[in-house]
């Protein structure tokens, strides 16, 4: 699915309503959304977001995290295996089980 097939998908649902993600066929589960992710974001701090150069970001958060070390991983690191920009839908959490009929009805 491309990005303006999703958006042209959602322009007749309700903009109020929540939205989730409906997973396993056989055993389904629904689950929150926590964001959106692209691989190019991979060159910033994976704890805060923010670019290793950006000046507003704090390399020592005042709880002995590190993000230097422990927080900040390079691009290289990630592995997808598709051609060309990908938007991911980062899954937040399950938050029930879902419907077997989302998957034979899905538009």
């Known amino acids: 699915m491309k990005v303006r097939d999703l958006i042209d998908s959602l322009q007749s649902q309700d903009p109020d309503a929540e939205v989730r993600i409906?997973?396993?066929?056989?055993?389904p589960f629904e689950n929150a959304i926590a964001g959106i992710w692209t691989a190019d974001a991979a060159d910033n701090c994976t704890m805060c977001g923010l670019s290793p150069d950006d000046p507003t970001h704090s390399f020592d958060s005042g709880d002995g995290f590190d993000h230097e070390s422990d927080g900040f991983k390079p691009s290289d690191d990630f592995t997808g295996t598709h051609e060309g920009p990908v938007v991911y839908i980062?899954?937040?959490g399950q938050e029930g089980y879902g419907s077997a009929d989302a998957f034979a009805n899905a538009y």
């Open 90 to 92: 980062v899954e937040g």
């Open 22 to 27: 409906m997973e396993q066929p056989s055993w």
